[in-house]
């Protein structure tokens, strides 16, 4: 079963620049929905962006103008790019998504998280 494969994150100052890509383990008939999720320690998993299968995006208010998602539909990737960032944005980062092995069949699969870190 095709999975997804997460790059980048590390630790950074507040006010600087991380991006974080993520990659289907291999060749899939298509994707819907991508995304990328995050997780503080003792908190619950919530989505930051989404980006629809015809790239149109979606963030929550506390990353809009500071956080790009983008996709490339013929590699099958997906990219966050975080500009401006703040402690508060520290977690755990998962990529999804909705990944269809046939036209009728999909389900949804997630990266193995990459942990981001933004000192004060």
């Known amino acids: 079963q095709v999975q997804l494969v997460e790059s980048g994150g590390g630790s950074v100052q507040a006010g600087g620049s991380l991006k974080l890509s993520c990659a289907t383990s291999?060749?899939?008939?298509?994707?819907?929905?991508m995304g990328w999720y995050r997780q503080a320690p003792g908190k619950q998993r919530y989505v930051v962006a989404t980006?629809?299968?015809?790239?149109?995006?979606n963030y929550i208010d506390s990353v809009k103008g500071r956080f790009t998602i983008s996709r490339d539909n013929a590699k099958n990737t997906v990219v966050l790019q975080m500009n401006s960032l703040k402690p508060e944005d520290t977690a755990v980062y998962y990529c999804?998504?909705?990944?269809?092995?046939?036209?009728?069949?999909?389900?949804?699969?997630w990266g193995q998280g990459t942990q981001v870190t933004v000192s004060a």
């Open positions: 999804y998504a909705q990944l269809r092995p046939s036209y009728s069949r999909q389900y949804d699969a």
């Open positions: 291999g060749s899939i008939f298509g994707i819907n929905v």
């Open positions: 980006i629809t299968s015809s790239g149109v995006p």
